[in-house]
């Protein structure tokens, strides 16, 4: 290869780690991988070591192995230089599994379903604001400027619009391109309830993994294309106060070795094993809360009427619900998971999805009534979601599930690395204290 190429693996925040190579460097990375330290993967999500981690100063720092889970590199259409990028999974130094790469949490719970004899199909829908381009520089989110529509700006929300989708043609044609060059298994494009909010979904696919690497590739592509375009774009939860935040809703179903769909029961109600993965998923959603909701950001998402779950509960064609059944053909039946927002490792949202249903199977729960109409007015309030990254916190250390079926390692470093990052922010004084109080106290 005569260009460079970047070799990275994906650290717990869902942050790219890795390095520029030559090209000529690229039959020896294919074989030997490159070495970063394991600590990389447990950085706060500035990049900055978490000493608390257990991966720093105990293990002396050392290194682990990245090897590609790519055959080829591919190309990263939208730099101006050509460029191509290659995406790696770390191991331990005697190629053993390193649990706290957050690809390796996500294969180890597929890897329980295949023992099984089952097979996890998963899509992903992501949502994401498109923003001017001097939104980072300012850092404060401001609608972006069509630029197929003499000069209007997105100031008001339009949910699927197609004019919102035609005034960004260029934008969105260039993303169409680089899914198609990188692999990404692009569906629709829908104009969301934000100004400037958009969702793209990705098709399902026969393995999470690959499901988690699309997601991980379409979020750089489109802060990439974004750029290139003179726009900014962001994941973030919830970037404006008063306009709907952004989710990371994911598809399930479940076949069996011979490809038949295990939730398929003929009707419209699905089978036992369906409703016993959704009573795992309920059950197991507050301990799994802080891989949904990772960040101090993420909470302001969640709010009554919102079209954010604020309790675990589930029904049949219910957009207020955490997990919804939809409406489909029998064969085509699936568990909707609606928790996540896009600011979540894509990883580790498909991991604590597939985590609540083998719990839910293994363990053949029962699941709660499902609920009809408004679940804000009248689900259970005693199994409202944690509420605070504080409490989400708390709960995954405290963990059974998780613990049980990804690993006390990969728990306690994400732990560490969130209470890291939360006594950071818990020092800094917020705008809005400054204004309320600031010569009235």
């Not at 035609?166 to 629709?188: I, K, P």
């Not at 699905?270 to 909470?299: D, K, Q, V, W």
């Not at 991991?351 to 249903?357: E, N, Q």
Request: charged content about 25%; proline content about 6%.
């Amino acid at each position: 290869m005569e260009n460079d190429f970047d070799l990275f693996v994906v650290d717990l925040n869902g942050n790219l780690r890795g390095k520029r190579l030559l090209g000529d460097s690229l039959e020896k990375v294919m074989e030997e991988g490159i070495k970063l330290p394991r600590s990389v993967a447990g950085l706060d999500f500035w990049g900055d070591d978490v000493p608390d981690n257990g991966l720093v100063f105990e293990t002396g720092d050392n290194d682990g192995i990245c090897m590609p889970i790519q055959s080829r590199p591919v190309p990263v259409p939208w730099t101006k230089k050509e460029r191509h990028q290659l995406h790696a999974m770390m191991e331990n130094p005697d190629g053993t599994p390193f649990d706290v790469d957050p690809r390796q949490a996500l294969k180890n719970i597929v890897d329980k379903f295949h023992a099984r004899g089952w097979y996890p199909v998963m899509a992903t829908e992501l949502e994401f604001y498109l923003m001017d381009g001097t939104a980072e520089e300012e850092q404060r989110p401001r609608p972006p400027v069509l630029d197929k529509s003499h000069g209007r700006r997105l100031n008001t929300s339009d949910a699927y619009s197609i004019e919102d989708v035609d005034g960004l043609e260029d934008f969105f044609a260039e993303v169409r391109e680089c899914c198609d060059a990188q692999g990404v298994m692009a569906d629709t494009i829908i104009s969301e309830l934000g100004p400037g909010q958009f969702e793209i979904n990705l098709k399902h696919v026969a393995d999470p993994l690959n499901a988690g690497d699309q997601a991980i590739w379409f979020k750089r592509m489109v802060k990439g294309i974004s750029r290139k375009y003179g726009y900014s774009s962001t994941f973030m939860a919830k970037p404006y106060a008063d306009h709907s935040g952004s989710g990371f809703h994911v598809h399930f179903s479940l076949l069996d070795k011979d490809g038949n769909n295990l939730f398929d029961d003929g009707g419209d109600e699905g089978t036992e094993m369906l409703r016993m993965a959704i009573a795992g998923m309920i059950e197991t959603m507050p301990e799994c809360m802080l891989m949904f909701a990772p960040h101090l950001n993420s909470y302001h998402r969640f709010q009554d009427g919102s079209h954010a779950p604020v309790y675990a509960c589930w029904g049949y064609e219910n957009r207020t619900t955490a997990v919804r059944v939809p409406e489909s053909e029998p064969v085509a039946r699936r568990i909707e998971h609606r928790v996540s927002g896009a600011d979540a490792n894509p990883y580790l949202v498909l991991a604590a999805v597939l985590t609540g249903a083998l719990h839910g199977i293994e363990n053949q729960l029962q699941a709660p009534p499902d609920v009809e109409g408004d679940a804000y007015a009248i689900a259970d309030q005693s199994i409202r979601l944690p509420s605070s990254w504080r409490m989400a916190i708390d709960r995954l250390e405290k963990a059974g599930a998780v613990r049980h079926y990804l690993g006390d390692e990969f728990v306690d470093v994400f732990c560490a690395v969130k209470r890291h990052e939360h006594s950071l922010l818990n020092k800094r004084i917020s705008d809005i204290e400054y204004e309320s109080y600031l010569g009235l106290l």
